[in-house]
């Protein structure tokens, strides 16, 4: 039986990037041919991979590059919040929001076919799942290219913000950006509010203006004060400044000689269903396989 010494585990580690554990027992079954055991690590990883692929990743991160008037924000899943803290897990978003910004993909499947590191975002992305035991996938990104300004704000990495300005004053650009994820309007201005938004409000006013038993006419009027004071709540320029309650947006960006032109916000695991575990179902249904073994 082959002697399976320190050194062979490092030069295996360092050739794979594999969890010391791993190399060793991929050396022993290989009985110390570092050929052999490479390949066994590889097919182990790839399988590793395949298994979390099913798993829900609503964890993760959101990341911003800039550089100069192009800019990409990338949203990056895992399953825990550990994963997040992890420096290679953050590398690969990072690269993922630059290589966005510099080749425009299309889709995530495009950019996850860019080269990155001498493989691929893919390769990348399947080595790292290997070697963490954690799924993680590549959710969105939003490119953004202007003739005019970018500015981006990231609340920790949960939430990021990048606004398209115009303006003599950069640090309008990132006041804005702090708001936006502050206040988290859904569209630029009131007319842009998405349809189904506004019919979804205006369900709800009804069924509280019923309640009031005023005649018909007031109940129509009261929900289209509801609808309307949504519209303001909701839109960007109309909802008050973070930095001054005493006037909208708008009406800041006007004393300022600044406009807004788009926006757009990430909030990690917004609308992901979260795997809910159930201790009792879980409990129940180890006791009934053991029954039937």
Do not use: W
């Not at 490479?38 to 790839?46: A, D, Y």
């Not at 005019?148 to 920790?156: C, E, F, I, P, Q």
């Amino acid at each position: 039986m082959a002697v399976i010494t320190a050194a062979l585990v490092g030069e295996l580690r360092a050739k794979t990037d594999a969890p010391m554990m791993e190399c060793k027992k991929a050396l022993t079954e290989a009985e110390g041919d570092m050929a052999k055991a490479e390949e066994l690590l590889r097919v182990k990883l790839g399988s590793k991979a395949s298994k979390a692929a099913s798993r829900i990743t609503a964890e993760g991160v959101v990341t911003a590059y800039i550089s100069g008037n192009v800019g990409a924000l990338v949203e990056v899943n895992c399953e825990t919040d550990f994963v997040t803290k992890n420096d290679e897990f953050l590398a690969l978003a990072n690269a993922c929001a630059k290589l966005v910004a510099e080749n425009n993909p299309a889709d995530v499947a495009a950019l996850s076919a860019l080269p990155l590191n001498g493989s691929t975002v893919e390769a990348q992305r399947t080595t790292l799942i290997g070697r963490i035991g954690e799924n993680m996938s590549i959710r969105r990104f939003q490119r953004f290219e202007t003739q005019v300004k970018l500015a981006s704000y990231l609340h920790g990495t949960r939430i990021g913000v990048m606004v398209e300005f115009d303006g003599a004053d950069d640090q309008i650009g990132k006041d804005v950006a702090m708001h936006v994820a502050a206040m988290k309007p859904v569209s630029l201005s009131s007319d842009q509010v998405p349809a189904e938004l506004i019919e979804k409000e205006r369900s709800v006013a009804k069924l509280k203006a019923a309640e009031s038993g005023k005649p018909p006419e007031i109940v129509t009027k009261m929900v289209e004060g509801s609808v309307q004071k949504y519209l303001k709540e909701v839109s960007l320029l109309n909802q008050q400044f973070v930095k001054n309650d005493k006037q909208t947006v708008e009406q800041m960006l006007k004393a300022t000689n600044s406009s807004v032109k788009s926006f757009a916000m990430f909030m990690v695991g917004e609308g992901i269903e979260k795997k809910q575990d159930d201790f009792a179902a879980e409990v129940a249904a180890q006791v009934a396989a053991a029954r039937q073994g």
